[in-house]
């Protein structure tokens, strides 16, 4: 009995060894052992584990992978399928490890950007301060970002993002509604709603006017009905423009609200 634990004993500190080589050795000189151990199937993944991630959706990480459960523990190339993570538009850096006898292991270290800056046809994920959080430009495949983060458009929004998107935090109803936040002359913000609508916010008097849209959507669901523009400017009044009609008809292209 004492040479058979001795002979496990010496079993599983060879086993453990080479596991740490593999880990140590790169991944391109590894390749030809991967594929022999692939092909004897010598462990299955049973489990994969993520950490570390807030924005990332997990399909994403999964994806690039390139593996799934129930495929060969070293059928995959680790440093492979951390760069593909790392491409990832809320990833600064990622790591994936191997555990014996059968988890994957997956790390994020995300970005925090607050909002998705439109700038001379770039899309450029910003934080609070308005810089640059990602070394590259999101593109149409990064679709996760463009939904979970609101876009701002024009020269200064960077800077100014975080407030109104602070501010707009105490009026759910209006910002679930919102497609981007334009700003205008670096003074001030228009909202480009969802169904097309343009609403004029005043300079520094955000919240007030904020306060007021909602009252109006709340009263006559204001931000649900056929019009172009509703101007906020004006503390005394609003002003609401509504689509051209027809040669035939002679409405007035624009209302006044009190």
């Given at each position: 009995?004492?040479?058979?634990?001795?002979?496990?004993?010496?079993?599983?500190?060879?086993?453990?060894?080479?596991?740490?080589?593999?880990?140590?050795?790169?991944?391109?000189?590894?390749?030809?052992?991967?594929?022999?151990?692939?092909?004897?199937?010598?462990?299955?993944?049973?489990?994969?584990?993520?950490?570390?991630?807030?924005?990332?959706?997990?399909?994403?990480?999964?994806?690039?992978?390139?593996?799934q459960?129930?495929?060969?523990?070293?059928g995959?190339?680790?440093?492979?399928?951390?760069?593909?993570?790392?491409?990832?538009?809320?990833?600064?850096?990622?790591?994936?490890?191997?555990?014996?006898?059968?988890?994957?292991?997956?790390?994020?270290?995300?970005?925090v950007?607050?909002?998705?800056?439109?700038?001379?046809?770039?899309?450029?994920?910003?934080?609070?301060?308005?810089?640059?959080?990602?070394?590259?430009?999101?593109?149409?495949?990064?679709?996760?970002?463009?939904?979970?983060?609101?876009?701002?458009?024009?020269?200064?929004?960077?800077?100014?993002?975080?407030?109104?998107?602070?501010?707009?935090?105490?009026?759910?109803?209006?910002?679930?509604?919102?497609?981007?936040l334009?700003?205008?002359?670096?003074?001030?913000?228009?909202?480009?709603?969802?169904?097309?609508?343009?609403?004029?916010?005043?300079?520094?008097?955000?919240?007030?006017?904020?306060?007021?849209?909602?009252?109006?959507?709340?009263q006559?669901?204001?931000?649900?009905?056929?019009?172009?523009?509703?101007?906020?400017?004006?503390?005394?009044?609003?002003?609401?423009?509504?689509?051209?009609?027809?040669?035939?008809?002679?409405?007035?292209?624009?209302?006044?609200?009190?």
């Amino acid at each position: 009995m004492r040479r058979l634990v001795v002979f496990l004993v010496l079993i599983l500190v060879l086993i453990g060894g080479g596991w740490i080589a593999l880990g140590m050795v790169s991944d391109r000189s590894m390749s030809s052992l991967r594929t022999k151990l692939e092909a004897m199937d010598p462990l299955q993944i049973k489990h994969i584990v993520i950490r570390g991630r807030q924005l990332t959706d997990e399909s994403d990480i999964l994806s690039r992978l390139d593996t799934q459960k129930n495929h060969s523990l070293f059928g995959f190339s680790v440093e492979q399928a951390r760069l593909r993570i790392d491409a990832l538009p809320f990833v600064d850096h990622s790591t994936v490890e191997r555990h014996l006898p059968d988890t994957v292991i997956v790390t994020l270290t995300e970005r925090v950007p607050v909002a998705i800056w439109q700038t001379r046809r770039h899309f450029i994920l910003i934080n609070r301060a308005g810089d640059r959080v990602s070394e590259r430009d999101l593109t149409a495949q990064d679709s996760t970002a463009f939904h979970k983060l609101p876009l701002v458009v024009g020269q200064g929004a960077n800077v100014a993002a975080a407030s109104i998107i602070d501010l707009l935090a105490h009026y759910p109803d209006v910002k679930s509604r919102i497609l981007a936040l334009i700003r205008i002359g670096e003074r001030r913000w228009n909202l480009l709603m969802r169904n097309g609508t343009l609403v004029l916010l005043p300079e520094g008097a955000e919240n007030a006017a904020l306060a007021r849209l909602t009252d109006y959507q709340q009263q006559i669901r204001l931000l649900e009905r056929p019009v172009t523009s509703i101007d906020l400017r004006l503390a005394d009044r609003m002003v609401i423009h509504t689509p051209s009609s027809p040669p035939s008809s002679s409405p007035s292209p624009g209302t006044d609200a009190p």
